[in-house]
């Protein structure tokens, strides 16, 4: 397959992504994060309750399927996928357009290594790491 993908600028992980209404492309991240450590005891299993996948593309050319995965370093194990949909993106190649994924009730077994992938059309674009502690 000869599909032009898009470009992915940015995966950020973060508490909540804010947009403004007066202008959608003002947008503020809040408590941007790398890491989190569990305060529970014991310390896991940790119910996350609530992160933001922030994702800006570029180098689009139409309407793609995307979706989060959250996968376990070591074990691969797939921690939390999303339902696919269907984005209406661009079909101009210079724009940057940005999307966010709010995931809920995130179970994490164990601390170690996650990856945050960012799955079109299948195919895996990009992964930010995230550090459970």
Same mark, same amino acid.
């Given at each position: 397959?000869?599909?032009?993908?898009?470009?992915?600028?940015?995966?950020?992980?973060?508490?909540?992504?804010?947009?403004?209404?007066?202008?959608?492309?003002r947008?503020?991240l #809040?408590?941007?994060?790398?890491s989190? $450590?569990?305060?529970?005891?014991?310390a896991? +299993? =940790?119910?996350?309750?609530? !992160?933001?996948?922030f994702?800006?593309?570029?180098?689009?050319?139409?309407?793609?399927?995307?979706?989060?995965?959250?996968?376990?370093?070591?074990?691969?194990? #797939?921690?939390?996928?999303?339902?696919? $949909?269907?984005?209406p993106?661009?079909?101009? +190649? =210079?724009?940057?357009?940005? !999307?966010?994924?709010?995931?809920?009730?995130?179970?994490?077994a164990?601390?170690?290594?996650?990856?945050?992938?960012?799955?079109?059309?299948?195919?895996?674009?990009?992964?930010?790491?995230l550090?459970?502690?």
């Amino acid at each position: 397959m000869n599909e032009l993908q898009p470009i992915v600028r940015h995966v950020i992980l973060c508490e909540d992504v804010v947009v403004n209404p007066d202008n959608p492309l003002r947008i503020t991240l #809040v408590g941007v994060m790398s890491s989190i $450590r569990s305060i529970e005891e014991p310390a896991y +299993p =940790l119910l996350y309750e609530e !992160l933001c996948v922030f994702v800006q593309l570029t180098s689009c050319r139409g309407p793609g399927d995307l979706r989060i995965e959250i996968q376990h370093g070591d074990s691969a194990d #797939v921690v939390y996928r999303n339902r696919t $949909r269907t984005v209406p993106l661009s079909r101009d +190649p =210079l724009e940057v357009l940005a !999307l966010s994924f709010r995931i809920r009730n995130c179970l994490f077994a164990q601390a170690g290594l996650y990856w945050i992938q960012v799955w079109y059309n299948g195919q895996n674009l990009a992964q930010q790491a995230l550090v459970m502690k």
